[in-house]
């Protein structure tokens, strides 16, 4: 056959451009050192009150910014608010509790039978609230209806208050009210915003250090949360008129819807609309 040259060999196809970057080279990595150890937390600190020396009141706190006030009545009953000290009123039939802006608040209030050996030596005996009745006031709230509680309830309103009513039970009371309520201060009249509107005002007796019954009370008593100094005689005074001491455990849930209704005046969660 012919003598046929061999064609030099193909050259190789060159790779396809893919569109990506080479690698980056890696970065050097900074030598940060080891962070100095974190300081110890301080040792938390515990302050310690002295025992407030007998006969002590508490100073009670001025009228709220936000123009309401809370007030309490409940037990034989006593009567507290943030524009009063707390006193005890032996009131019956219909007494007004607050007069205010927006509405009326009375309750009912009619003697208790006394527990044997409880010593209540007022002129009329004990009396407790067994009814307690809200009239809204229509120039003010639109509103024009009368509310009337025999039982646990409450009515609350963001613009015009509040009216929280607790009924407890002791062996000598079967049935009795606690009343806490936000009103507004100005220009309110009724028992809890001057203590001249109750007629039949109760001073409480010392209490009898050698009496059983009273050193019950007192240990009771004594166990409520945040207690005031002044709520501990009233305390051990429903304890020893009706000679149960459940009342200390009344008293513990009143002390916190009342401590409740205070801290919503302080934050101003109601505020005068008119």
């Known amino acids: 056959g012919k003598n046929t040259p061999k064609l030099p060999p193909k050259p190789p196809a060159p790779a396809k451009d893919t569109g990506r970057l080479p690698p980056r080279p890696p970065f050097p990595v900074k030598d940060m050192g080891k962070l100095p150890p974190k300081p110890p937390a301080p040792a938390k600190q515990t302050v310690r009150f002295p025992p407030a020396p007998p006969g002590f009141k508490a100073p009670r706190p001025p009228p709220p910014v936000s123009g309401f006030t809370v007030c309490q009545a409940g037990g034989d009953p006593h009567v507290r608010s943030l524009l009063l000290p707390l006193y005890t009123c032996n009131d019956t039939g219909t007494i007004t509790l607050s007069d205010n802006t927006y509405f009326t608040v009375t309750a009912r209030a009619v003697r208790a039978p006394l527990a044997a050996g409880g010593g209540d030596t007022t002129a009329g005996g004990a009396s407790t609230l067994a009814s307690v009745s809200i009239r809204l006031k229509r120039a003010t709230t639109g509103m024009a209806s009368t509310l009337t509680y025999s039982g646990t309830k409450t009515w609350k309103n963001a613009k015009y208050g509040t009216v929280q009513v607790r009924k407890y039970k002791s062996r000598a009371v079967p049935a009795a ?50 207690a005031m100094p002044d709520m501990i ?22 002390n916190a819807d009342y401590a ?11 505020r005068y609309v008119i």
């Open 177 to 226: 009210l606690w009343v806490t309520i936000i009103a507004p201060a100005a220009g309110a009249t009724g028992m809890c915003h001057d203590a001249r509107a109750c007629s039949a005002p109760v001073a409480l007796p010392p209490i009898n250090a050698t009496s059983v019954l009273s050193n019950k009370a007192v240990s009771a008593c004594a166990k409520i949360k945040t």
């Open 233 to 254: 005689p009233a305390c051990a005074w429903d304890v020893q008129t009706t000679g149960d001491t459940a009342m200390a455990g009344a008293w513990n849930t009143a």
């Open 260 to 270: 409740a209704a205070a801290k919503a005046v302080k934050d101003n969660v109601y």
